[in-house]
């Protein structure tokens, strides 16, 4: 950036964190949503890439290696065209929906915990069910993360290096 050159900051806090298919609801309900995972001592990236091909709107993960999935809804329509939730449980200990006040709860399935969020926090309402992931797939999944959380600082901190896909190896 050069002198006098202003960047609009998104709720992810850099513009370079957002990557314009997330509507400013979805983005108020990742960012109360991360809040309150970190402030449970779980750290989290957004938009991660899954060994099945899908992306999870947000993955955080424990202190002891707990892997938690966060998909976002931003409304009844986005809940209701949106069948491919249940791929993301095999790479989770646990998998929540997160919503806003407004979401009529009744619609999110049992087996999945719920949790309600704006753009300044979020509360757990409902715990998911825990499905212990197997040894092998939690550590090739938390190198996963690493790697791509690595990727993702050394773009903030080189961006013209020009490294704007991180390979999943």
């Not at 850099?14 to 949503?33: C, E, F, N, V």
């Not at 998909?71 to 939730?85: L, T």
């Not at 806003?100 to 399935?109: C, E």
Request: net charge negative.
């Amino acid at each position: 950036m050069t002198t006098g050159e202003t960047t609009q900051v998104t709720d992810f806090g850099h513009p370079a964190l957002a990557d314009g298919r997330q509507s400013d609801k979805a983005l108020a309900i990742a960012r109360g949503t991360r809040r309150h995972l970190h402030m449970l001592g779980l750290q989290s990236l957004t938009e991660m890439p899954l060994p099945n091909g899908r992306r999870a709107d947000i993955v955080a993960i424990s202190d002891g290696g707990e892997v938690w999935i966060v998909e976002i809804k931003s409304g009844v329509e986005d809940f209701r065209s949106d069948n491919k939730w249940p791929e993301y449980r095999e790479f989770a200990d646990k998998f929540f929906f997160a919503v806003n006040a407004d979401f009529p709860s009744d619609i999110l399935p049992d087996e999945a915990g719920y949790i309600v969020a704006d753009r300044f926090g979020a509360e757990i309402i409902r715990m998911s069910d825990k499905d212990a992931l197997p040894a092998a797939r939690r550590k090739a999944l938390i190198l996963r993360i690493a790697r791509a959380a690595c990727s993702r600082l050394h773009n903030l901190s080189d961006p013209e290096f020009g490294n704007e896909t991180f390979r999943q190896t």
